[in-house]
Structure formats: structure tokens, C-alpha cells
């Protein structure tokens, strides 16, 4: 089972930039897809920015622009990069794993079912 630990959660002022990262353990490039999302009190969580089964990035419209999704896979570690950081983006980030499917040459990821991480805590300040 992937297991994730994120880090470089904090406090930060409006304007500022933070950087997130996520070591995941027993995952392996080919078999599964790595993203980040965000839970807001009491509401559910979003997909923030996902690393698709082509390695492309997708973002969620509010972090067009201003985040950045990679990851190293030689280290296992997933990135969240961002800037010009809003009130509206305080939130519990969640690092996240899906199984990625193949067939006929193609590859998904299904995000249907989802390993997370325990989360990290971003706090955006005026």
C-alpha cells in the first residue's frame, strides 16, 4: 500500500509563496499517479493539481497560474509549489495516490481509489 508523508506546511502572508513536498513510499512511477488536494473546514476535498498518466499537469482554476505541480520520481517526492498565496487558500493539503491503468498502450489514472497522506496545514494571512 503507498503511504505519503507531505511537509513544508506553515503560516504565510498574503502574496507569499510556500513550497510542499510528499515522500511516498512503496509507490512506483508505473503503477500509480500522485496529485495534491485541498479539504476547506467542513467542506470535502478538491483536486488541487494532479500529475496525469502522460506526466502532464492539471490544475484546478483556482490554482492556475500560480501553482506548480512536479515530481522527482528517482525520489520518490512530489512538489507543490505556490505562489501569490490568497486567503481563500488556507487550507489542510492532502497528498494523494491513484493506481495508474494500462491498456493497449495507454495509461490512466483512475482516482477512484485513493491513498492519502495525513495532510498539511496552510494558513494564508492578510
Known amino acids: 500500500q503507498v503511504r505519503l508523508v507531505e511537509s513544508g506546511g506553515g503560516s504565510v502572508q498574503a502574496g507569499g509563496s510556500l513550497s510542499l513536498s510528499c515522500v511516498a513510499s512503496?509507490?512506483?512511477?508505473?503503477?500509480?499517479?500522485l496529485g495534491w488536494f485541498r479539504q476547506f473546514r467542513g467542506m470535502e476535498r478538491d483536486e488541487i493539481a494532479l500529475i496525469q498518466a502522460n506526466n502532464t499537469a492539471t490544475y484546478a482554476d483556482s490554482a492556475k497560474g500560480r501553482f506548480t505541480v512536479s515530481q522527482d520520481s528517482a525520489k520518490n517526492t512530489l512538489y507543490l509549489q505556490m505562489n501569490s498565496l490568497k486567503e481563500e487558500d488556507s487550507a489542510t493539503y492532502f497528498c494523494?495516490?491513484?493506481?495508474?491503468?494500462?491498456?493497449?498502450?495507454?495509461?490512466?489514472?483512475?482516482?477512484?481509489?485513493?491513498?492519502w497522506g495525513r495532510g498539511t496545514q496552510v494558513t494564508v494571512s492578510p
Open positions: 512503496e509507490w512506483t512511477y508505473s503503477r500509480h499517479c
Open positions: 494523494a495516490a491513484t493506481v495508474r491503468v494500462c491498456s493497449g498502450g495507454s495509461c490512466l489514472c483512475s482516482w477512484t481509489t485513493i491513498y
